[in-house]
């Protein structure tokens, strides 16, 4: 095959809606080449050599920052972090002026974590650089949904017909929104349970079931996808106290004991443990979170490589 730029339809990834089948398709298929770099000795390819990105995150991150960093570094691009603490935005900088200020130093692509929803929009508007969604608000988390999608598929194979179940606090996590528009376009049936605080309004039109008893549906589906209490988000009373919700909604080891043999579970992180999700879970056989993390280098290795549009050859994206 020729070396040449893959076909491109994404100026920008701000949300799962925007992103066609053929998208999804060629960001699945260079994860899975990206995957197979991060597996040699030297886990580097010269892929996106002299571009450089920022990490625009004005909310808190381990894994997402860390991950696209690393994406970065992996495809030896060079990812400048920002530090909200030492920025100017202390002094009265607004978002847009910041975001210019940057790419004003010349960057290819800007990787926006924010609490107002519509953030990374608002900036795709009004820059040159490529922008990517990392969160906005309680809005979406598209990569988030596409490493878990990747991470499934890569463990059932296929998502098409699986039933999956999304637990927690549904109204608060934009990790929610995104994986049921993921999960749906790839064929699953969906279907979401909390407590009626925390089940955002007509969720139902998104193409989901609605339950308010977990040991009602747990029991029935294919994955399980627990999603954590969003303390930060949440005002007093969303739900009575931490030991009611866990024994209501939380994956108890008594619960895990009682899960489909070929069920999986999956969580973004971060966990809380004894809330969401008992200890046990993570020597369940079939928890897939460390699997998200490393998933998530790979994914949004081929998110930054398509959008910067990096030239490799379509069967191995570097040389070994």
Known sequence: MSSKAPARSL??????????????????????????????????VP??????????????????????ALAASRLSAQCLGFSLAASAVRKGETLLDTARNIEAMRVDGVIIRHSMAGAARFLSERLRAFVVNAGDGCHEHPTQALLDAFTLREKLGTLEGRRVLLVGDIAHSRVARSNILLFRRLGARVAVCGPPTLIPPRV????CEVFYRLDRVLYEVDVVNMLRVQNERI?????????????????TRERLARLARSAVVIHPGPVNWGVEMDYEVSD????????????GVAVRMAVLYLLAGGHADEDSPAPA
Do not use: C, W
């Not at 066609?20 to 597996?39: N, P, T, W």
């Not at 996106?48 to 860390?66: C, H, I, P, Q, W």
């Open 47 to 68: 892929a996106l050599r002299g571009k450089t990105f920022v990490n625009l995150f004005f909310e808190a991150s381990t894994r997402t920052a860390s991950s696209f």
């Open 284 to 295: 369940f056989p079939h928890a897939l979170i460390m699997n998200q993390v490393t998933n």
């Open 11 to 44: 100026r920008h990834l701000l949300g799962i809606a925007e992103l066609s089948d053929e998208d999804i398709a060629a960001i699945f298929s260079h994860a899975e080449m990206f995957k197979s770099v991060l597996g040699r000795p030297i886990p580097v």
């Open 235 to 251: 005002g007093a009373g969303a739900f009575p106290s931490v030991r009611e919700y866990r024994a209501l909604f939380g994956l």
């Open 204 to 207: 139902e039109e998104l193409g």
